[in-house]
């Protein structure tokens, strides 16, 4: 079956209906041409279309290719944006991940609510993708290789390509009389990708010459496996999770096989939004968290997130900024005060009783906790210290020297979030506040909710 509008029309159709395309459009070969079609489409088209090119400023040929591609959009009446980065790549990263990042950071960014993007990746590409995957030991995950449909930023991504050939792009584009970019990066068989292109793919091709529609099928029978997996480890995963706090049960997880452990975990991972960690890491997560004692706080961590667990809870959280306890910061009536090493936000708020203003007479300041603090806090009548306090509160043991503490002249009348102290009530200013804490991490252990009903 050939490549053309029609057949293209027909695949878009299958997709929700979006409130209008955005053609990520390199002015390469399979970009320009899905934007002929999508162009030649006319009225028949779904929704409005637009393009954007995203210029990475890496290689000496970016303005002229830029300026290609207002050329080519101009002819076809199709509104682009172009957008110039500069990227500075870091000794050893990958080049290739740098950049699609970046660019992919982009496209989220434009994408309008409802719209739909669609990227030019095709049949030889899965193939491609599927092998690397293989290569490095993926799971099914991996080895689903890229979807054809997925929530995206404010909308979706699409690749509407995935069943067509390159062979059959390139009859589509001689046939329309097309001029696109050649890339000279794209035959650096440096890169992984370039090498299974030129050097490996061919030798396959020429003993099975479908192979890039073999390839492309076996994904998608990966996928569809996947799907159903995760679909069923889902219900598992409903049962061990703590919505209030996003927990995980430990004990339950110990209940049961490794490899369903690994299998949850990664689904976990997924659904929070975390990159999954390599094989080893996932392993001492398993052995060094969930099968630590009881009474101990181990911790994993890995590009991005961290797994700690506390008594049966395990926990998924972004890394701990470096910290100082000795930090302090001053208040002086404002609604808001922004506290230190991603720990959120205060909020002062007038009570519901308050109807006028009240003046404060003392210094107000907000510090951490740095050992052997007590308080007295209000209705007991005894001092008690701070450290029990948090404990008896439920403060994780990493977040205990973060919780912020509210001082009047050097006396501790509130730790914020858990209970007030006595300097507070003879304050006529913090009398009439209420203080909330709005932190983006999770600091204390919550009730756990019964799931058996």
């Not at 076996?218 to 799907?227: I, N, P």
């Not at 452990?261 to 392993?283: C, D, E, H, K, M």
Request: glycine share 8%; aromatic share 6%; charged share 20%.
């Amino acid at each position: 079956m050939s490549f053309n509008p029609e057949r293209l029309l027909n695949m878009l159709l299958t997709y929700p209906q979006p409130s209008g395309y955005l053609l990520g459009f390199s002015g390469g070969l399979d970009s320009h041409a899905l934007l002929h079609a999508l162009a030649a489409l006319g009225e028949r088209l779904p929704a409005p279309l637009r393009a954007i090119h995203v210029d990475h400023g890496l290689q000496s040929q970016a303005v002229a290719w830029s300026r290609h591609c207002a050329s080519v959009c101009a002819k076809l009446n199709v509104p682009l944006e172009t957008f110039s980065l500069q990227l500075q790549p870091v000794r050893g990263e990958s080049l290739e991940a740098l950049a699609r990042e970046a660019r992919y950071g982009v496209l989220a960014r434009e994408l309008r609510t409802g719209e739909m993007l669609l990227t030019a990746h095709h049949q030889d590409d899965q193939a491609e993708t599927l092998l690397l995957q293989l290569l490095r030991g993926a799971g099914l995950s991996g080895l689903a290789a890229m979807p054809g449909l997925t929530e995206f930023s404010r909308g979706w991504h699409t690749r509407p390509l995935l069943a067509v050939s390159r062979d059959e792009l390139m009859r589509y584009a001689g046939g329309a009389g097309l001029e696109w970019i050649e890339d000279t990066s794209n035959r650096d068989i440096g890169f992984d990708r370039n090498y299974l292109r030129h050097a490996v793919i061919p030798l396959l091709k020429a003993r099975w010459p479908a192979l890039g529609s073999t390839l492309s099928r076996s994904a998608r029978h990966c996928a569809e496996a996947d799907g159903l997996i995760e679909t069923l480890l889902s219900r598992t995963l409903e049962r061990i999770h703590q919505p209030v706090d996003g927990t995980l049960s430990v004990a339950a997880l110990n209940a049961l096989p490794a490899e369903q452990q690994s299998a949850l975990l990664r689904l976990w991972f997924g659904q929070r939004g975390v990159p999954s960690p390599t094989s080893a890491i996932l392993q001492r997560i398993i052995s060094e968290v969930l099968g630590a004692r009881r009474d101990a706080t181990p911790q994993v961590a890995w590009s991005g997130a961290e797994v700690r667990r506390y008594r049966d809870r395990l926990y998924l959280m972004p890394p701990l900024a470096p910290f100082d306890p000795s930090l302090s910061l001053v208040w002086r009536g404002e609604p808001a005060l922004a506290l230190p090493a991603g720990l959120g936000t205060l909020h002062f708020r007038p009570s519901v009783e308050e109807t006028g203003e009240r003046a404060g007479t003392g210094r107000y300041r907000i510090r951490f906790r740095r050992g052997g603090e007590q308080c007295r806090p209000l209705g007991r009548g005894v001092g008690k210290r701070v450290k029990a306090l948090l404990q008896e509160a439920g403060v994780l043991p990493w977040m205990r020297e973060r919780i912020p503490l509210l001082e009047i002249d050097g006396e501790i009348a509130e730790l914020i979030g858990i209970c007030r102290c006595e300097p507070a009530a003879r304050d006529p200013l913090l009398s009439g506040l209420e203080i909330s804490w709005d932190c983006p991490l999770p600091w204390r252990q919550f009730p756990q909710v019964d799931k058996s009903d």
